[in-house]
């Protein structure tokens, strides 16, 4: 039974705690290169409790499903997003690039702010995602992957990850804005930020203070995307507060948002905040999922030919709607499976508020503990063949043939076995938008095209924000007949 006791029992002392061997440069190349992959290589090794020697912190990896729900979820208070600099350690693999983005970029939003803050525009936020106004972009999510489409070329070989960035662009800004891709403020919101990372992942490395002070072109443009993404919802903000009220955008809804104890609305501040954070997160998160997803039908044929076959017999020659997603079962599961492999919210964060307990051994107060749903969706217990690309897992009638079938509720799996969104009250607040935009541009696109990996190996995984394809990946597009 697993051992969750926060302040009371017996507990083996922390250097008891299973510890790698300390690395050296060479080997820490190799784990920067790719440390979610490191993480799971842990777990597998030294077990579900890993202390990690890193900087000056007590850093812990959890990966028991028990204690993992306890920390997320239940005993959640007790632990909270760690904002602390604390120098180069594993906590900077997110929480310090989310210090950055916090005084950069995202100020007090959903994913940087902490505490009774958070809680608070948790509480106020919730119901701007309710599921019937989600619904209601549906027939936009397929117009704008429609759109997409229309701009492949038979036989043409082309970065796969910058069309899906581009196509996740527009989703988020539509919605979002209600702006479409070839405006104005779109082109702004597109350049603001330099790919693949640029200044918010600097400093992550020990030299990372030295490089953000230096007139590098890259700390230019992300100062002048910032001034211009600022004028531009600024404007928005003043725009819309001048105007009827009556707005379906989520920036309009932000700011119909009222405080029922105090009877306030947001601020311009706090609407700021919120709505650059849905941009990030919005389109960070679904390019990544869906470029994953097609590379994975790419090395996949069988699977992509039984995707094909339900597009097929769902839409025929139209376009998804809202009320397919029923029908579209193997779509849904394919996407889930490529959140499994590669889940946006990859790794999460929290610092202990006080002494902790996990599988009998002592966790400090002030630690660092990381639970990572990429190590959690690779636990062979509860996914066989963890690394294969098996989207009959989600499927709502599985095959009692297939060893590898099942859904994540079902067979006793521990319920945060999936995580993608991550858990408790700091779950993506926007999980469902991102699941129905995700089946949405998926069966869009698949009703004519199928993609080809130029490179049939293994893909270079960045991990600074997101799970994305270092340095974007080639695929030639191949027209369906």
Known sequence: MTDVQTTSGSTAPTESIPTPDSLGLKEMREVVRNIPGYMSRLRDKHGPVVRIPMGKDEVFLLSDFDVVQDVIVASSRRFDKDTKKTGPGPDDWSANLETILGRNVLGKGLVTSVGTYHRRQRRLIQPVFHRKRIAGYGSSFAAIAEEASAKFTDGEKFNFHESMYELALGMVTRTLFDVSLESEAAESIRTAFPREGGPLRWELSPFG??????????????????????????????????????????????????????????????????????????????????????????????????????????????????????????????????????????????????????????????????????????????????????????????????????????????RLAYLPFGAGPRQCIGNVFAQMEGVMALATLSRHWEFEPVDKGPVRVASDITLQPRGGLQMVAHRRH
């Open 209 to 414: 203070k030295i490089l953000l002070r230096l007139p590098l072109p890259a700390n230019r443009q992300l100062k002048r995307g910032l001034r211009n993404i600022d004028d531009i919802v600024y404007a928005m903000i003043e725009e819309r507060r001048q105007g009827s009220g009556d707005g379906a955008d989520l920036l309009s809804v932000l700011l119909t948002v009222t405080d029922a104890d105090t009877g306030e609305h947001l601020s311009d501040l706090e609407v700021r905040d919120e709505a650059v954070t849905l941009l990030m997160a919005g389109h960070e998160t679904s390019s990544g999922a869906l470029t994953w997803a097609y590379q994975l039908l790419g090395t996949n044929p069988e699977t992509r030919e039984r995707l094909h076959t339900e597009i097929d017999e769902v839409l025929g020659d139209r376009l998804p709607t809202v009320e397919d997603l029923p029908d579209l079962k193997y779509t849904d599961a394919v996407y889930s499976e490529a959140l499994r492999l590669y889940p946006p919210a990859w790794n999460l964060v929290r610092r202990s508020l006080e002494d902790y307990t996990a599988n009998g051994y002592h966790i400090p107060r002030n630690s660092v503990v990381i639970c990572s749903p990429y190590v959690l969706h690779r636990d062979p217990a509860w996914w066989p063949e963890p690394e294969r690309f098996a989207p009959q897992r989600f499927l709502p009638e599985p095959d009692p043939s297939d060893p590898l079938a099942g859904h994540a509720k079902e067979a006793g799996r521990p």
